[in-house]
């Protein structure tokens, strides 16, 4: 019977499409069994519909794009909805990095069948690469439409949420989420990321170590872990954790800097001043001026004044921060440096900071007598 109906099924092929087409019919195990390039010469010259997508499928994949569109844009000339060519095509050029096509096709799926989940969730995949988060945002909401059980668009959604800073949508979707699934790492991971931004350490402690009960091990979570312990002054697990994390991890900037105020907390000056070290040599952002302050700051408490007036310096020269001003006079003052001092303290003050005014006018009186 089985045979009989192959038989058929191929008679009515060769009928509607012309005789090439069987061969689509005798590629089709090779095509099953991944074996795409015997299957492409199995299906020869053939430029019939079904012979020119099955020739586009099995070039797409093996990676050869460009051809594989060759063959699926001829086959849109003769069938211009058909919705398996466009699905291929957004796919192809996607892959290709031309996204202002794929988009183009994408938009045509979606107005082909608006009830598609995929084509929606999938054109909101390309709207995040183009950047066009607004799009990108009404696309997720219509994919959780059709699809509420869709926690990955639901984590994509409440990360673009998160970038915008609508963080009320953004915490009412990661619940709504978890209340479907408790354990999904992704929206645990975001809903931990938002609990940090709101400075709520204690939830975000939380969340981190269900996410670790779930099995997640991620390195920037560990990160934010032992951020969220110095943050709660739980300064041993702050440095348990972060120095894990330094063993596991690239250096980070962030994780010395922490590292650095947490030694110094347990008097352990050696170990803060190599932390404060390392994140000056592996910064890149605008927090070199803390490292450098810190380390300036521990020069001075240890009275290597000298040293500490030029670790002030150079953190004034990345940000001319005003209390800087102060800690290089009250340096130089307590280096007996009277000029330098009374010039540094009347700028200090000039600068109207509020921080040290007491502090700098008393010592300027002082100093003037």
């Known amino acids: 019977m089985k045979i009989a109906t192959q038989i058929i099924l191929l008679f009515f092929v060769c009928e509607c499409f ?29 430029i019939e519909v079904p012979c020119l997508i099955e020739l586009g499928f099995c070039y797409q994949k093996l990676g050869d794009f460009k051809k594989s569109n060759n063959f699926y844009l001829k086959a849109l000339e003769i069938y211009p909805n058909n919705q398996t060519t466009i699905f291929q095509l957004s796919q192809n050029f996607e892959r290709l990095g031309n996204y202002t096509k794929a988009k183009n096709y994408y938009e045509k799926l979606v107005s082909l069948d608006s009830t598609n989940v995929l084509y929606y969730k999938l054109y909101g995949n390309l709207l995040v690469k183009l950047g066009m988060d607004s799009l990108a945002i009404k696309s997720y909401k219509r994919t959780i439409y059709l699809n509420p059980a869709d926690l990955e668009s639901t984590t994509e959604l ?22 479907s699934d408790s354990t999904y790492i992704p929206l645990l991971q975001l809903n931990a990321k938002l609990s940090y931004r709101d400075n709520n350490f204690k939830e975000t402690i939380t969340q981190i170590q269900q996410m670790m ?112 001003l102060f800690m290089m006079a009250r340096s130089y003052d307590w280096n007996n440096n ?32």
């Open 338 to 369: 009277k000029p330098k001092a009374i010039e540094l303290y009347q700028k200090y003050i000039a600068s109207k900071s509020k921080t040290f005014t007491e502090d700098a006018k008393k010592r300027l009186q002082q100093l003037k007598k």
């Open 213 to 324: 009960s779930a099995g997640d091990s991620t390195l920037f979570y560990q990160r934010l872990l032992g951020f969220s312990y110095s943050r709660l002054d739980s300064t041993q697990k702050a440095i348990e954790t972060l120095e894990r994390y330094a063993l596991k991890g690239e250096s980070n900037e962030l994780v010395h800097y922490y590292l650095g105020l947490c030694y110094l907390k347990t008097s352990d000056t050696q170990k803060a001043k190599e932390n404060l070290e390392k994140a000056i040599k592996v910064g890149v952002s605008e927090n070199v001026t803390d490292y450098f302050y810190m380390l300036g700051y521990l020069e001075e408490t240890g009275k290597n004044y000298k040293e500490a007036i030029d670790l002030y310096q150079k953190a004034y020269t990345f940000d001319p921060r005003p209390d800087l």
């Open 18 to 46: 012309g005789q090439g087409v069987s061969n689509v019919y005798s590629a089709r195990p090779l095509i099953n069994d991944n074996r795409y390039a015997e299957a492409i010469q199995v299906i020869g010259d053939c």
């Open 158 to 179: 409440g990360k673009l949420y998160f970038k915008t800073n609508a963080f009320q949508e953004c915490k009412r979707l990661i619940n709504k989420g978890l209340k």
